[in-house]
């Protein structure tokens, strides 16, 4: 847009000299071409575009009228990156400046000059709005990235708190189990030897009775407690990004779409997605896995797909977790045949397949496990 204003503003003062020469139809054939040419030079690519103002200038150099045109060509040429071009538009100035009328001389070198300073103006103008873009850029790019590591770092930070808080409920899970649980157990002996030791008197025997009761309810209320800190220590999703991130040579990608996953079954999970994991980064050449778990009303179900290009050989997806071992790639076999037990385990069925890569399926039916 700028360099269409700027045309425009050269083209009035080639017009102001069509007053100081003598009328002759040969200069509206010259403004015809003059604007033809200028408008050629935008739309045509770079290294075509001064084509166009240096044949101008040609044919100003040997017809006059056209002369008076010559800014038009002068503001296009100034913007080339070849010297001897930005100032050949002078020969034809000169060549003019002997054939036509002073005045109107003046007039065409002074538009000769505005045409060179507005296409230098608009140049410089456009080269640093350039650099401005690729600046802005530049600096949006780099913004995006601090972001997108910032918010990884955010997560693994997340991923390692986590992975403490499950730790350390674990601990006390331990702790409470080895240490209060025995002390309850020893207590619970000791009431019931003492009971053995008065069984003549019943009076004692009755309220070491009610001692023992206590115990044992309390005995049940720190087992049920225990029970509940080690379920609550474990969770699905976090160790299964827990233990992606051993696989540094495998970029894997998890989706979780489950709740509530029974902890039989969460172990289970985890167990063969570490088996699968392990399988890509060995047997494979895949780059990427994923890693996919949800919970229907009916069933949970796990699949891990990777991107190997390599089909694994046909006995391995014949077997479909038989318990039987191939007799070639053993220690493929044993895995897949593991993988299959656990699911069998919980009540569910492992698949094998390969579709643009390797792919392990497994379903959970919800309910009661064995």
Known sequence: ME??????????CCLAGLVMVPWEPALIVALL????????AEVLPRRWGVLPP????????????????????????????????RVCWTVPALAAAVRLPLDAVVVVLLACAVAFLLSFRTSRSQAEQAAYRRLRDSVQETSLALEEKNRGLRDKQDLEVRLATLAERGRIAREIHDNVGHLL???????????????????????????????????????????????DAFDLETQMREAAEAFTTLAVDIDYRASDVPPDVGYGFLAIVREALSNASKHSDASRVSVSVAAYPAFYRLAVHDN???????????????????????????????????????????????????????TVPKGDLP
């Open 3 to 12: 360099r269409a204003v700027d045309k425009a503003i050269v083209l009035v």
């Open 185 to 231: 157990t020893r207590s619970i002996m000791q009431v019931e030897a003492l009971q053995v030791v008065h069984r003549d008197d019943e009076r004692v025997r009755s309220e070491l009775a009610q001692v023992g009761a206590t115990l044992h309810e309390a005995m049940s209320t720190v087992r049920a407690s225990v029970h509940d800190l080690h379920d």
């Open 54 to 85: 240096v044949a101008f200038a040609a044919i100003a150099l040997a017809l006059p009228p056209f002369a008076l045109f010559l800014p038009l060509a002068v503001y296009d040429l100034a913007r080339d990156d070849h010297p001897a071009l």
């Open 308 to 362: 190997g290009s390599v089909p694994p050989p046909a006995s391995v997806l014949d077997r479909q977790g038989a318990d039987s071992v191939p007799a070639s790639g053993a220690a493929r076999g044993i895995g897949l045949a593991t993988m299959s037990d656990r699911a069998r385990a919980l009540g569910g069925m492992l698949r094998v397949d390969y579709d643009q890569g390797f792919k392990v399926f497994v």
């Open 33 to 40: 071409v003059a604007v033809v040419s200028a408008a050629a």
